[in-house]
């Protein structure tokens, strides 16, 4: 049983940042703080990690983006990208939002998927949430003004690994490359599919506020799916 | 009537297609987030018969139900061929321009890398166009150590040596005393030679375009049986290449974005 102390600090932390960066009066503690509420949800995965070892753990996407997004504000902070008012709320709010659902919806009442001990699997289950985190991460870029995003082509790596290792995954499991009949798979490929549409429409004759509403749009249906899968029955972690 | 052919061949590699194409794809496959759960029978079907004989099948059985995953294999064919137009009207400069020029960096270094991606996702879809109409599959055979030979094709023959139960190891309470998996241990017979190959749960064993794996095993420490899943696939050795050279050269192209951003390599 994983505990769930390390899960309310994250949850206080980012709610802290979130606070912090609505009122914009401080840049760097806003960032701070969501690293710090990163690394209780670092903490909580390990443990989760520890726990399941040597089987992937299941349903990990939100807490491992939370973990990925809050990893990134220190980084965007030292590299003098980070606007607090719009990656402050719109991250900040992301994690919170991660963090909530799962600390009142937890879905960690399943048996390990025996088939799910490979390094792909792993990597897998890695390379998933980090593409997401930085595919929501460049719609925050987006909003701030840089239609032409870095993070985008970084979340298109991320997503070509999962790819890569999600079929090596599924051949070794059940013998086949891709298996449609789970939707977790189908939500993958939904979200894959919405990089590669915010990617080709960057070089699209769009106008910049339809690209950005796009792009948001985007980012808020990944959010959506991942959290639809990731959603337990209401069993507040007090 | 030239004229006309270089306009639809024009209209069929443009940019504003892909871009409708990718948003039918997205919105296909978001409404059938929501129609797989029930369907999962007739979806996990895809594994044991033909695209095409499924289709035919499925839509007839379940009408209305399974109509996303129809359009999303003709919307992902379509684009496959946009694909393609777009990268053989392109490639072709490019590459001229990076010849005369003698340069690998610079923007059309990032273009050719780009259609590198779109050659590599065509290797993969035509990859998995051959394996769901073409593969030959044996989806549940059952070997009991010792017993009957399985006779896949002309030339294959699998037969079951020995099987060893594996136990859970890991902490948690709830799977202690479980056996989790199998080795278990194949004979294959292929033209004149034997060969031994051990089988595990999560590791399939892929011999040439042969995909042998486990599918279910006896949890009874009684009784020993496994019951594997061959597949011949003919698409196999082009989505492994394809998505290995999907994943190089998005890791390349990602790391070249970075870079140029960052301002790393840059001359004055």
């Keep these: ?238 | 009537m030239k004229g006309l052919v270089k306009k639809a061949i024009e209209q069929m590699a443009s940019l504003s297609l892909c871009t409708w194409l990718l948003a039918a794809i997205c919105t296909v496959l978001f409404l059938g987030l929501y129609h797989v759960k029930g369907n999962e029978m007739a979806l996990s079907s895809l594994g044991t018969m033909d695209l095409f004989e499924w289709l035919i099948r499925y839509e007839t059985i379940y009408p209305g139900k399974l109509w996303w995953f129809a359009s999303f294999v003709l919307f992902v064919f379509i684009l496959s061929i946009n694909t393609l137009f777009c990268t053989l009207r392109r490639i072709r400069p490019i590459l001229a321009t990076i010849l005369k020029a003698r340069e690998t960096k610079g923007p059309f270094f990032k273009r050719l890398l780009i259609h590198g991606i779109h050659l590599s996702f065509l290797m993969i879809t035509l990859g998995y166009f051959l394996s769901f109409t073409k593969s030959e599959i044996h989806p549940s055979i059952i070997l009991t150590p010792n017993g009957p030979s399985h006779k896949i094709d002309e030339d294959t023959i699998i037969s079951l040596m020995t099987l060893r139960k594996l136990f859970y190891k890991g902490h948690m309470e709830a799977m202690k005393g479980r056996i989790v998996g199998v080795d278990a241990t194949l004979n294959i017979h292929r033209g004149k030679t034997d060969t031994r190959h051990v089988l595990r749960s999560d590791d399939a064993l892929i011999i040439g375009n042969l995909i042998v794996s486990i599918r279910d095993f006896s949890k009874d420490p009684k009784r020993d049986w496994v019951k594997i899943y061959v597949r011949k696939d003919y698409g196999l050795w082009y989505y492994l290449s394809g998505s290995l050279a999907f994943v190089i050269i998005s890791i390349s192209f990602g790391g070249y974005g970075l870079m140029e951003k960052i301002g790393v390599g840059k001359t004055r």
């Excluded at chain 1, 949800?41 to 990990?60: K, Q, R, V």
């Excluded at chain 1, 390990?112 to 001990?117: G, H, K, L, Q």
């Excluded at chain 1, 979200?191 to 070089?203: D, K, M, N, R, V």
């Design chain 1, 1 to 238: 049983m994983v505990c769930p102390i390390t899960l309310q600090i994250a949850a206080l932390l980012i709610a802290a940042g979130v606070v912090l960066s609505a009122l914009a009066c401080v840049q760097w503690p806003t960032a701070l703080l969501f690293f710090l509420g990163a690394l209780c949800m670092g903490l909580n995965i390990f443990e989760t990690y520890i726990d399941h070892w040597p089987y992937t753990p299941m349903y990990m996407n939100s807490r491992l983006i939370v973990l990925f997004l809050g990893t990134l504000c220190p980084v965007l902070s030292l590299c003098g990208k980070w606007d607090s008012k719009a990656h402050g709320l719109t991250i900040g709010l992301t994690m919170l939002l991660f963090t909530s659902a799962t600390l009142f919806f937890p879905k960690d009442y399943y048996m390990p998927n025996i088939r799910s001990a490979s390094i792909w699997s792993h990597l897998y289950s890695l390379a998933d949430p980090l593409g997401r985190a930085i595919f929501i991460a460049s719609a925050t870029d987006t909003v701030s003004g840089n239609t032409k995003s870095p993070l985008m082509e970084l979340a298109f790596t991320f997503f070509a690994i999962a790819i890569f290792s999600g079929m090596l995954f599924s051949i070794n499991g059940l013998g086949t490359p891709i298996s449609f009949h789970q939707p977790e798979v189908i939500g993958f490929m939904f979200i894959w599919f919405l990089c590669l549409l915010i990617s080709h429409a960057q070089w699209a004759r769009f106008r910049p506020s339809l690209f950005k509403a796009l792009n948001v749009s985007a980012a808020l249906l990944t959010i959506l799916v991942t959290i639809k899968f990731d959603l337990g029955v209401w069993r507040p972690l007090w």
